[in-house]
């Protein structure tokens, strides 16, 4: 395959492969019987697709119907689907158990003006439109995935959802007596006389969920009566937590819901699954119960179809803030909890390795006796189902045909996964669960035709650390990576490598589709993508390693990653290494380039981490500048000077003197987790030696460059930076 060096050329790679849309979720919308023991299914899916006719840093999301001809538990044949429809403004969606009805919040801006309607709709027309913000009843409805929800009673009179707390509503009582106390000072004025027109409770500060969840601080739970057209604010939610995730209690008599506790203060959420946290049942009456351990974290709480048996994760607060989870079920009758899976502390080979990730909206069988769900295994993410009976966790999928396998949900066993691979973007199968005890005999079908990126190669490499760079606490443990490769090259030539660090550092890369690695492969080069020990999908004992060895087992990793590969394949070119990284993985780019000065011929760091000590005031989630170094967090830690210099001991900026390979920074400036002034320190560290560094600012990004057109300026200028440098023109 021939690399390109032009601009143009490579942009329109990058967004050749943008466009391929990406499945977000799936409902059965009808089950018709049929004769001679044959169905029809229908499912409604919805899409996101970059890159055609978006506004700048958006993406447009799409409905797609497939209808299905099924048997007892067979998929006979599949109809071709009909045309997409595009989805404006819609913000959530679902349709009540029945399937006559479907709940829809639409967002609308007319002249200048954004309302939030909540709409009804049968199968034939619009039966309900409520203009929620003009109710006034709240602010504006969470669609994030971390607190927002969408649920309609059994009795589908009532929708269930979650929404910001309405502006000057006050969340405890010693608020309100600090502001009236602040308003008795201020009519007073500083010798007694009437002072008018304060406002000083506009200015009082109100901290928000961080990262990714800058917009919402204070979450209530709302229910509105779809005949009578009205919201009520759900009342008896504990003061001291934010509830969120919320789902119908079985027979509708109350909610279930997540709390995740807010005080003192409150630390991010997004990519964190250790705050502290609980499941609650409040009734409609306002009388509120805790289900679950209240010293956890807690998250997705699904209901099983017979309405019993409600699973949920948990795990433990603070330290790593990804973990091995544990998945527990609570009986509804028996008011009791059992443990279903526990924590995978070291996975057997090629056995189940931990529960990592939230579960779908819909997990359970239509049986109530097995979960399914996706799960990291080591490089891969697969499908497994767990017994309620016997707990035993089962493989659904036994090939490497996809490197990912993630369920978008099972209705009356029937399942829909998004399957993808390195060399293949997202694809639907669907295949139906068989009988307990069978489940090795699913048989899938394919919604469509996998689209296979031939010129693209991809392999999995198991890289043990050597005898120095073993871990004497956690030894044995090994770690992988993910190598693509564009197919063929032009006589015979080496192909220069680009080294892939990714963020978290508890994180992961599964062999998924992933348009920056497949795109940068098609300009000409090979990605490797190193998943070093404290990456998920390899057990808990591999996250734990990392703790306290931060800036040197995970560097020591990624080089020993980059040393197997090029040792296993004679046509990597060992003069012409890059390395990238996000986050924690521009940690570690910065690390690799001063750490190994004369190995690395160019650096991409975007929003990284530079100097942990300057950073801790800054981030959103302040704990994990003190558990990554193995140090106790709580609430009222100060740093003392032993906290700051082994922070700064391990960070990426006692190396700047010694790094001269050529720097391009990426920060986006609305980062809340990693403060772009990091960033910025390494650049004038950099620019203060003469050593070549460029720095481009994203001014309306965040932490994860996410906005279209962000993604697309960064992959243009990743390459070309490569190219440059790597002397590839």
């Known amino acids: 395959m021939e690399s390109t060096t032009e601009p143009e050329s490579i942009l329109a790679m990058f967004q050749e492969y943008s466009e391929f849309p990406t499945p977000l979720s799936v409902a059965l919308s009808s089950d018709t019987p049929h004769s001679h023991g044959e169905r029809s299914i229908t499912l409604c899916t919805e899409w996101s697709q970059k890159g055609i006719g978006t506004r700048p840093g958006s993406s447009l999301r799409f409905q797609k119907q497939y209808n299905l001809v099924c048997g007892e538990r067979t998929v006979i044949r599949t109809l071709l689907p009909g045309p997409c429809n595009q989805l404006l403004g819609e913000l959530l969606t679902r349709e009540s158990p029945s399937g006559t009805l479907k709940a829809v919040v639409r967002e609308q801006t007319r002249e200048g003006v ?220 028996r008011k009791k909890v059992t443990l279903l899976v526990d924590v995978v502390n070291r996975p057997i080979e090629g056995e189940f390795a931990g529960l990592y990730e939230a579960l779908p909206e819909h997990c359970w069988s239509s049986d109530s006796q097995r979960v399914v769900f996706s799960s990291p295994r080591r490089n891969w993410k697969e499908l497994f189902v767990v017994d309620r009976f016997t707990r035993r966790v089962t493989r659904l999928v036994d090939n490497e045909e996809f490197g990912c396998w993630k369920l978008l949900a099972i209705e009356q066993d029937l399942m829909v996964v998004c399957c993808s691979g390195l060399n293949c973007p997202p694809c639907l199968r669907v295949g ?115 703790i306290g060895n931060v800036g040197s087992q995970d560097v020591k990793d990624m080089q020993r990653a980059v040393m197997t590969a090029l040792q296993s394949d004679a046509t990597l070119d060992p003069k012409r290494v890059a390395v990238i990284g996000g986050s924690h993985g521009g940690f570690l780019a910065c690390h690799l380039i001063g750490q190994y000065p004369d190995f690395y011929r160019a650096c991409v760091a975007r929003n990284p981490v530079i100097n942990a000590a300057t950073l801790l005031g800054t981030s959103d989630i302040v704990d994990w500048r003190y558990s990554v170094l193995g140090l106790q967090y709580s609430y009222d830690r100060l740093p003392s000077p032993d906290d700051l210099t082994l922070m700064l001991q391990s960070s990426p900026i006692v190396h700047a003197s010694q790094i001269r390979s050529p720097v391009l920074l990426m920060l986006g400036g609305k980062d809340k987790r990693v403060c772009p002034h990091q960033g910025l320190e390494l650049y004038r560290a950099l620019k203060s030696r003469g050593s070549p560094v460029r720095l481009l600012w994203y001014s309306e990004d965040g932490h994860t460059l996410s906005r279209a057109d962000t993604q697309a300026d960064c992959f243009l200028n990743t390459a070309l930076w490569f190219l440059q440098h790597l002397d590839l023109h």
């Open 114 to 333: 954004t309302h939030q309607f909540l709409e009804i709709w049968s199968k034939h027309r619009m039966m309900k439109n409520i203009d929620l913000t003009s109710l006034n009843k709240h602010g504006k409805v969470y669609d994030d995935a971390q607190f927002g929800c969408l649920a309609w009673s059994p009795c589908e009179g009532k929708v269930l959802y979650a929404a910001e707390m309405k502006q000057g509503k006050v969340g405890s009582s010693s608020v309100l007596e600090e502001t009236r106390a602040a308003r008795d000072d201020a009519k007073a004025g500083p010798s007694g006389e009437e002072v008018t027109g304060w406002k000083g409770h506009c200015n009082v500060y109100q901290d928000d969920w961080g990262e990714g969840l800058a917009s919402k601080s204070t979450p209530v739970l709302c229910v509105a009566d779809i005949s009578k057209g009205t919201v009520l604010l759900q009342q008896g939610i504990p003061p001291q937590v934010s509830p969120g995730q919320a789902l119908w209690a079985p027979g509708g008599d109350g909610v279930l819901f997540v709390g995740w506790w807010h005080e003192p203060f409150r630390l991010g959420l997004k990519f964190c699954s250790n705050r502290r946290s609980a499941l609650f049942h409040v009734d409609l009456e306002g009388n509120c119960e805790l289900l679950s351990s209240d010293s956890n974290a807690v998250s997705s709480p699904r209901l099983s179809p017979d309405g019993r048996y409600i699973v949920y994760l948990q795990g433990q607060v603070f330290g790593p803030h990804k973990q091995c989870l544990s998945l527990h079920v609570y009986d509804w009758m």
């Open 432 to 546: 139906f669960l068989p009988p307990p005890g069978g489940e090795a005999g699913v048989i899938w079908t394919s919604l469509e035709e996998p689209h296979q990126i031939h010129m693209l190669d991809w392999r999995v490499l198991d890289v043990t650390p050597t005898v120095q760079e073993e871990n004497t606490e956690y030894s044995g443990l090994d770690f992988g990576a993910l190598l693509l490769k564009p197919r063929g090259t032009r006589g015979g030539s080496k192909i220069p490598l680009a080294v892939f660090a990714h963020g978290g550092p508890h994180s992961q890369f599964c062999a998924e589709w992933n348009v920056f690695s497949a795109a940068l492969a098609r300009v000409g080069f090979a990605v490797l993508m190193v998943n070093y020990r404290g990456s998920t999908g390899f057990g808990q004992d591999s996250i734990l390693s990392l």
